[in-house]
């Protein structure tokens, strides 16, 4: 956001309803108790008494002998066998409830937006901000371009730093000279 879109973003707070506000807040809150009850998931997950949903995604795609099942003595003659399997099941588990928790803070926190300013209001909000973007874009693209022109000039010049030789080699001999002196 640039300083335009906090400025203006202060003019709609003084503007807004009272119950908007309130309301807004209270989906604030109920996004941060939501992101957090999702991380939380992971300590029954852990424990042996919740399944992830990344982990029972796979175990319903994949073949029988690379499902997952976090048993660290689960060895088979193909496909993941013992700490490979334990580890991508944990991992697996836990990237399913980060996952679910970002999922639910992204959410949550466009929705309060929306109700906050309205929808009208939030597509103006977000035009500007794909705006915005572009323009960086656009600049980025302009600098790496005059970065590869100026890069290309240098080539084309066949300019070679033999200072860096040089000082390597001074380097050198100062080196040995003074370990063995």
């Known amino acids: 956001m640039n300083q335009n879109d906090h400025q203006h973003d202060a003019e709609a707070m003084v503007s807004l309803s009272p119950v908007r506000q309130k309301l807004a807040a209270l989906i604030g809150l109920a996004t941060a108790v939501g992101t957090l009850y999702a991380l939380w998931l992971s300590v029954p997950f852990f424990q042996g008494h919740a399944e ?15 499902q997952l099942n976090g048993s660290f003595d689960a060895v088979h003659d193909w496909g993941l066998a013992g700490m490979s399997r334990w580890f991508l099941f944990y991992w697996l588990g836990l990237m399913g409830y ?3 928790a970002g999922a639910i803070m992204a959410t949550g926190n466009q ?5 906050l300013v309205g929808w009208a209001e939030y597509l103006k909000e977000r035009q500007s901000a794909i705006e915005a973007e572009a323009r960086d874009a656009r600049l980025e693209a302009a600098r790496e371009r005059r970065r590869e022109q100026r890069l290309a000039r240098v080539r084309a010049a066949g300019v070679k730093d033999e200072g860096t030789t040089v000082a390597l080699v001074v380097g050198a001999i100062v080196a040995v000279w003074l370990f063995w002196s």
């Open 52 to 66: 992830s949903p990344l982990v029972a995604e796979w175990n319903y795609l994949a073949p029988v002998s690379l």
């Open 111 to 115: 929705i309060e937006r929306i109700v």
């Open 98 to 100: 980060v996952f679910a």
